[in-house]
């Protein structure tokens, strides 16, 4: 029997409704395996990781999400500790601590992070590293629940962002004041610079760029030109709400966040940063959208039909 477009249209949707219902996992999967709970300090000897839900002994916690990273890991770590270093020279009361997540990667990414526990000690510098791959956002994740700052800060491992730029995402998050339930979140953006990158660009690309931004306001996220920036500043507060409620581990992860916080009604600033394109993306372009477009939908679907919920009263698992 054929259907006319509208009918057609709905048992699409209804069909699509399903699929994502069915999959949707209840609650997200906060499982740790053993070897995940413990981190080794610099005589190699295992100590077990403290967790977000205790009070926080540091200023700043710096999560860097690395998977394959041995190559492209040095030069983002010793800009970022190069400049948390001489930052705590100029202010003795300043604290950070640097947490690699080593996301299940196949090369000798955990050696050479490692190397810097040696180095800075294991105050400073931690390694954690995960038995399997989680994706991007499982790997932060991981990373924030081990985090002993007062505010948290997401960092990719190529080191595109100037990690200097941290200081406009603080001004940006104390502009927020006062914060509901010392909650904020600066987001760090790259949409001064779309001009240049379109220039530079594919028409196909930037086809892709365009739909991509245009599902994320269409479905989610209101309000925010960039919501992929790997460079993000949260409270502790604002870091515990969030991600104990997100579902999506890989690329779309940072839509979710966002969508997230907007329903906790986080106040959130977008921060322009410097940015450079940095060899040796995970990301394959055509398949990756693909991925994440698929994600958004689904992200939208599974909080509309009530597969996923979102509670003001959560508390973190």
């Known amino acids: 029997m054929d259907y006319d477009p509208p009918a057609s249209s709905v048992l699409g949707i209804l069909q699509i409704s399903f699929v994502a219902f069915i999959t949707a996992t209840e609650m997200p999967q906060l499982h740790r395996h053993e070897e995940e709970k413990f981190f080794l300090n610099v005589r190699g000897q295992r100590e077990a990781l403290p ?18 990273e ?26 950070y601590e640097v947490i690699i997540v080593d996301d299940g990667s196949k090369d000798q990414t955990s050696k050479v992070a490692f190397k810097y526990c040696q ?75 779309e001009k240049e990158s379109i220039a530079q660009r594919s028409y196909f690309r930037t086809l892709l760029m365009y739909g991509f931004h245009f599902l994320v306001w269409f479905l989610c996220v209101k309000g925010i030109r960039d919501t992929q920036c790997g460079f993000k500043l949260l409270t502790r507060e604002a870091a515990s709400r969030t991600f104990s409620s997100l579902h999506i581990e890989r690329w779309a992860f940072d839509v979710e966040l966002l969508y997230i916080a907007q329903f906790f009604k986080i106040p959130i600033a977008e921060i322009a940063v410097n940015w450079t394109e940095i060899e040796g993306s995970k990301l394959v372009p055509f398949w990756s959208w693909l991925q994440m477009g698929k994600d958004l939908l689904f992200i939208r679907l599974r909080y509309l039909i009530g597969a996923w919920r979102l509670e003001q009263t959560r508390k973190m698992n």
């Open 51 to 68: 967790s977000i839900r205790d009070s926080p002994t540091k200023q700043l916690s710096v999560v860097v999400p690395s998977y394959n």
């Open 119 to 193: 180095k800075y000690g294991s105050d400073k510098v931690r390694v954690i590293t995960l038995v399997k791959n989680r994706g991007k956002g499982g790997a932060i994740r991981m990373g924030v629940f081990s985090s002993r700052g007062k505010k948290i800060l997401m960092a990719d491992a190529d080191g595109a962002t100037k990690f200097p730029d941290i200081e406009k995402l603080e001004k940006g998050l104390n502009d927020l004041q006062p914060w509901p339930d010392q909650m904020a979140i600066a987001c760090g953006s790259r949409a001064h610079l």
């Open 70 to 95: 041995e190559k492209r890991l040095p030069v983002m770590m010793d800009e970022a500790l190069g400049y948390l270093e001489d930052r705590q020279k100029q202010d003795p009361t300043f604290t």
